[in-house]
């Protein structure tokens, strides 16, 4: 498992990842749900989604070799176009440290909408969903109606303090489904460093047990 000086010393893209704490806590979160599957939404240099690798290759010794990958991550071709070399550079960073994990991911491009109805339509279902794609509300609002379908138990959304859009939807959500939403001081970065700059990391939320959620729901809407 990576630390956080480990995780600062990755490419960020210049973009508005999540501090290597917040990385930190998403595999920390995938040890304690241990999902069978996760789809993830917007791969970008692949620090979340190595991250998450990474966790899983502790249990991954008692799958079978031929099991086949156990995330599904997924990007915009311009995603791939603005953010592959860094995404093979953490590849080959993490993959030296972590051996385990590779064969653990599946790569897509594609817009999410496409790529995770084709997943919904094949019967595909993921345990735990990462949404950190497109950051308008009406993808967001989708992301999160096709992360449903897909039925996990829980669902981690990205940007959900510093974004409008995305901040609106969770708070509806919020309104729904029992979520808790933790972001950390950016500790990790070094000043002038890619995010550097900003006091806190952007923010995640966690929704869980949303198996139960709709359990419920069915039960009292039974006359």
């Known amino acids: 498992m990576l630390d956080a000086s480990q995780i ?4 960020f893209g210049q973009g508005n990842a999540c501090t290597p704490e917040e990385y930190l806590f998403l595999s920390a979160l995938v040890r304690l749900v241990a ?13 979340g989604t190595l991250m998450m690798a990474a966790a899983l290759a502790d249990t991954a010794a008692e799958r079978p070799a031929d ?6 991550t997924i990007d915009l071709p311009l995603g791939r176009a603005t953010f592959g070399d860094g995404l093979t550079r953490n590849r080959a960073t993490v993959e030296r440290l972590v051996p385990g994990i590779a064969g653990l ?9 496409a790529v995770l109805d084709a997943l919904i339509a094949a019967g595909y279902q993921a345990d735990l969903v990462f949404i950190d794609g497109g950051h308008t509300e009406a993808v967001v609002r989708g992301d999160w109606a096709r992360a449903l379908a897909l039925r996990p138990r829980t669902i981690v959304l990205h940007d959900t303090v510093h974004l409008a859009d995305v901040a609106r939807v969770v708070g509806e959500l919020s309104a729904q489904y029992p979520g808790v939403t933790i972001t950390y001081p950016r500790r990790g970065l070094p000043d002038g460093a890619p995010g550097g700059s900003a006091a806190f990391g952007t923010g995640l939320t966690i929704f ?4 139960h959620v709709e359990a419920a729901r069915a039960q009292s ?3």
């Open 8 to 11: 600062a010393s990755l490419d």
């Open 105 to 113: 991911v599946d790569y897509r491009l594609g817009e999410s909408h």
């Open 221 to 223: 809407a039974r006359p």
């Open 35 to 47: 999902p069978r599957s996760i789809v993830e939404i917007g791969t970008s240099t692949g620090i």
């Open 208 to 211: 869980s047990n949303l198996e």
């Open 67 to 72: 099991a086949g990958p156990r995330i599904v």
